[in-house]
């Protein structure tokens, strides 16, 4: 498994989290191309993310947006199939997820309260951009070197005042530190695109916003420090380093299961039968 020298790497926020859990995942998913299975909670935050893309880009197009909880429900029944309509004879469709009846009406019901929440929250934000797309060649900001990669992201929202936003769903709250810790690259991610395009202003200021669903559902923001680059810099060139090698390990961890698409490749290393 090799990746020309010679050639520009591809470089993103997921890119870099995927190599980060598992190397070997990375390899599947980003040079391989095998699929994930679509699961109910991969599923839910798509769906709830498309809906408040859609009052992002309405609110920045200065026009008034769909209905939140239709646009859910639509996304959501794509990614979706209710397990008493699923043939088991057919191969299974990893685009996705299998859910019962209940499951699909808690799922409707943490989504309205979750838009409503929202709304509550943020009743006339100002939008800059929604779902902007950025690309840059990777430079170190302090010596200058092209690291011979390309980065691009989509950044969720970015306000009227210049705050970069990214939406986050999950099932359980997470304390500052684990939040700031678990979406530092991402943010820095799009904070070196945003200085690639925009070199005069500082670092952008940018926060969390997580839509926790379960018994009582909530939104919370955090706020991620500003920083320099520096620390983003060294992963990217770990994560470079380690692509260019060809010499890709498996990082075995809990969240191993037999469907990562990386398995065959895993049980194979460590000299165990793979799963039928």
């Not at 947006?65 to 199939?81: K, N, R």
């Not at 950025?134 to 306000?159: F, K, N, R, Y």
């Not at 380093?241 to 390990?249: P, T």
Request: charge should be negative.
């Amino acid at each position: 498994m090799t990746v020309n020298d010679s050639s520009r790497i591809q470089v993103s926020a997921s890119r870099l989290k995927t190599w980060l859990m598992c190397p070997l995942r990375w390899a599947a998913v980003y040079l391989e191309g095998k699929p994930l299975q679509m699961t109910p909670a991969m599923a839910f935050g798509r769906a709830l993310h498309a809906a408040l893309e859609e009052l992002h880009r309405a609110r920045w197009l200065g026009r008034a947006p769909e209905d939140l909880v239709a646009v859910f429900v639509d996304v959501f029944g794509a990614h979706t199939v209710l397990a008493e309509d699923v043939d088991a004879s057919a191969p299974t469709d990893p685009a996705r997820a299998v859910l019962k009846q209940s499951e699909l009406e808690k799922a409707l019901l943490h989504a309205r309260e979750l838009t409503a929440h929202y709304l509550d929250r943020f009743p006339d934000e100002g939008v800059e951009a929604a779902e902007i797309k950025l690309h840059s060649a990777l430079v170190d900001p302090v010596t200058g070197e092209d690291l011979g990669a390309d980065l691009t992201g989509v950044v969720d929202l970015i306000t009227a005042d210049g705050r970069v936003v990214d939406i986050k769903t999950t099932a359980r709250a997470s304390g500052e530190l684990q939040t700031v810790l678990g979406h530092q690259l991402q943010i820095d991610a799009y904070r070196y695109l945003l200085q690639a395009h925009r070199p005069e202003a500082a670092l952008a200021v940018a926060e969390i916003r997580s839509l926790i669903r379960g018994k009582l559902c909530r939104l919370e923001v955090t706020e991620i420090p500003t920083r320099g680059l520096g620390a983003f810099m060294a992963m990217v060139r770990a994560y470079l380093a380690d692509v260019r090698s060809g010499k890709l390990l498996p990082r075995p961890s809990f969240l191993c299961s037999p469907s990562c698409p990386a398995i065959s490749s895993c049980c194979q290393h460590h000299g165990l039968e793979v799963p039928a």
